[in-house]
């Protein structure tokens, strides 16, 4: 879950990280007025859920009210990474010494909390990682999940940090490192981390992500869903406990297991096809979810022929077959249906698909070479 920045500064702020006063607004004139509260130069921030803003022109720096209504009015009507802005940040504005990057994340490659720092702060950091690796500096925290003052220590010296500048840095990094797991965030980033002409660090820009697979255990967090994340079928999944991951091909895919989906999507792409989306049903799918996740699959438009794949274990394919024959009966939109169905009671289950009329399969290539024909029409 990615969440806006003057939400993540509200986290920082409570863990105690130096982030500068600010405030968050839907209109220019409210942006006005916060600017006349703050009372000296101030910036004014898209908050929308993706990156790169400032090179999109949603970030502007403003020395009086007047300017900070205009600079939010333009922000306001700006579409950046695909949304559209509906609020804006007012946050006091900082002189900038030098930016730094300074970013945790959980590490697949190390299996753990991972803290990296850089001195090409502004600057994406996937960037800096592909042309000057080694101007990233790393710590990894201890299977405690608390890093050590001295790690924090070795990565401010690494930076060029002097003494007085190391002594705000080590709490700096400690604190986010505590955040993360407080939250159980997958990433928590300052970029940039400033030094100001009088040797102050603040956290400028805020940016955090949560581990989806967390949430049930955070209702607080749960809170700051924005729904502009989510499409409308991407959400009726997620609450129907459906993994949904749209894709941009036209053959849409019903799955019961992720491993197996997985595979169905190699095999499309093998025999030359293109999968609309991931879908695994989950376990035990009865005509119900069936239904539900055939509707999921077609609310893509882009969707030309649906594929379902079954493996019976639990599942029952029989009653699979009856889910899927109610649940395109009174569908709304009819696309050519193709089902792969293996497993227990996969005889009566075919039987049932082709009674009604569907192209049923024991073969999962099969399978995938006639939703492959249907799809080239
Ligand atoms: P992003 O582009 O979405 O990452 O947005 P940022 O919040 O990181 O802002 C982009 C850039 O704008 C920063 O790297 C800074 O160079 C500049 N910027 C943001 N806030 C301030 C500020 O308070 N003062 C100054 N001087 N520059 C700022
Ligand atoms: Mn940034």
Same mark, same amino acid.
């Given at each position: ?75 306001? %009507?700006?579409?950046? &990474? *695909?949304?559209?802005? +509906?609020? $804006?940040?007012?946050?006091?504005? /900082?002189? @900038?010494?030098? =930016? ?10 190390s299996k753990g909390i991972l803290v990296? %720092?850089?001195?090409? &702060? *502004?600057?994406?950091? +996937?960037? $800096?990682?592909?042309?000057?690796? /080694?101007? @990233?500096?790393? =710590? ?33 990094? /400690? ?182 009329g569907i192209s049923a399969h024991r ?15």
């Amino acid at each position: 879950m990615r969440i806006h920045e003057y939400q993540a500064r509200a986290l920082f702020a409570e863990a105690g990280l130096p982030v500068p006063n600010s405030k968050v607004a839907v209109s220019a004139d409210e942006a006005c007025e916060i600017s006349e509260d703050v009372g000296k130069p101030v910036v004014v921030k898209a908050q929308v859920l993706a990156g790169g803003r400032g090179k999109a022109g949603g970030v502007i720096l403003v020395e009086n009210p007047a300017a900070a209504r205009e600079a939010a009015e333009k922000i306001l %009507a700006l579409n950046i &990474g *695909g949304y559209q802005v +509906e609020k $804006v940040l007012v946050a006091e504005a /900082s002189e @900038i010494e030098r =930016e730094i990057y300074l970013g945790v994340i959980v590490d697949r490659d190390s299996k753990g909390i991972l803290v990296m %720092a850089s001195s090409e &702060g *502004g600057v994406e950091i +996937e960037e $800096v990682a592909r042309t000057n690796p /080694s101007a @990233i500096f790393k =710590e990894y925290v201890q299977p405690s999940g608390v890093l050590e003052a001295h790690q924090g220590r070795r990565l401010g010296f690494r930076l060029g940090f002097d003494w007085n500048q190391v002594r705000q840095f080590e709490p700096i990094v /400690s604190a986010l490192v505590r955040l993360v797991v407080q939250i159980d965030a997958s990433l928590a980033e300052i970029n940039p981390l400033i030094v100001t002409p009088e040797g102050q660090l603040r956290a400028i820009d805020a940016k955090v992500n949560i581990d989806d697979s967390a949430l049930y255990r955070r209702a607080d967090i749960t809170k700051l869903r924005n729904p502009e994340e989510e499409t409308g079928p991407e959400r009726r999944a997620r609450e129907s406990g459906i993994s949904y991951v749209k894709l941009d091909g036209n053959i849409g895919c019903m799955v019961n297991g992720a491993g197996l989906a997985m595979a169905l999507l190699d095999v499309i792409k093998l025999q030359g096809g293109d999968p609309a989306n991931f879908l695994d049903v989950g376990g035990g799918a009865d005509a119900a979810q069936v239904r539900t996740a055939m509707e999921i699959i077609l609310a893509d438009p882009g969707v030309d022929v649906v594929l379902v794949n079954i493996f019976g274990g639990i599942t029952r394919c029989d009653e699979v077959a009856r889910g899927v024959v109610e649940a395109t009966a009174n569908l709304d939109r009819q696309v050519p249906l193709v089902v792969r169905l293996v497993g227990t009671n996969e005889s009566e289950g075919l039987a049932i698909l082709r009674g009604a009329g569907i192209s049923a399969h024991r073969g999962m290539v099969d399978a995938v070479n006639k939703a492959v024909a249907r799809a080239a029409i």
